[in-house]
């Protein structure tokens, strides 16, 4: 079965802190995705990545970077948080292509205090 | 801009009618266009992919339509069950050749009562 696992379900963490997201998918993706959810406004793409050391900016990166090291794992990274950071954030991935499905993790609850 | 709009925002129903989800989508070029079903505090699944050429799509209780020409789709779920209750959420694809421009809609609220 497809699996994208996001290590954290709820983190609660103090403003300036920096805060690892981490998501790992077992599927040999090529496309791996960070949306925040928050609510009124769906989902916000932060960043996407289609290959292992590629990034590319969504459409709200600022104060946010990422990490793709390997292939299976994308790690997204607040510098240092602050409260307007607080969110649902979400991984996914998907195959390169059109029409592929795009998987989704659970989501990460983020509380930045 | 691309955008996708969804309607209504939120809608209550009782258990065992039938309901309908719209969207409608200002994405060009087209590629595809999916429904993912949230539930409350977990991460979206895929309920259809659709692509241009594909005017009707079933999944069970679930049944997309596309019409490409009026860029408009709706999920119509029939005898709806309390499980049903959750965010639905309309993604279109643009054209692009990794499959990773998405624009997502605002979702619709579900909820089944009994």
């Known amino acids: 079965d497809v699996k994208v696992t996001q290590s954290s379900r709820y983190l609660v963490k103090r403003t300036g802190e920096k805060v690892f997201l981490e998501c790992v998918q077992d599927?040999?993706?090529?496309?791996m995705f960070w949306y925040r959810q928050d609510p009124g406004l769906g989902l916000r793409l932060i960043y996407f990545?289609?290959?292992?050391?590629m990034k590319e900016k969504g459409d709200i990166p600022e104060g946010y970077s990422v990490s793709r090291e390997k292939k299976e794992r994308f790690s997204l990274i607040l510098e240092s948080a602050s409260t307007n950071q607080t969110s649902m954030y979400l991984c996914?991935?998907?195959?390169w292509g059109q029409g592929n499905t795009i998987y989704f993790g659970e989501g990460s609850w983020l509380t930045v205090v | 801009k691309n955008q996708v709009e969804q309607s209504p925002q939120s809608l209550i129903i009782l258990e065992g009618k039938n309901c309908t989800l719209q969207?409608?989508?200002?994405?060009?070029?087209?590629?595809?266009l999916r429904w993912y079903k949230q539930d409350t505090g977990r991460g979206p699944v895929s309920l259809t992919i659709?692509?241009?050429?594909?005017n009707t799509k079933s999944n069970g209780r679930y049944t997309a339509t596309l019409d490409a020409d009026t860029k408009q789709s709706s999920l119509h779920i029939t005898a709806s069950q309390l499980s049903d209750s959750a965010s639905y959420i309309c993604?279109?694809?643009?054209?692009?050749?990794?499959?990773?421009?998405?624009?997502f809609g605002g979702g619709t609220r579900l909820m089944v009562k009994p």
């Open positions: 996914a991935s998907s195959l």
């Open positions: 969207c409608n989508y200002t994405v060009s070029p087209f590629s595809n």
């Open positions: 659709m692509t241009f050429s594909e």
């Open positions: 993604v279109v694809s643009a054209g692009n050749n990794a499959g990773n421009m998405l624009t």
């Open positions: 599927m040999d993706h090529e496309n």
């Open positions: 990545s289609y290959d292992v050391k």
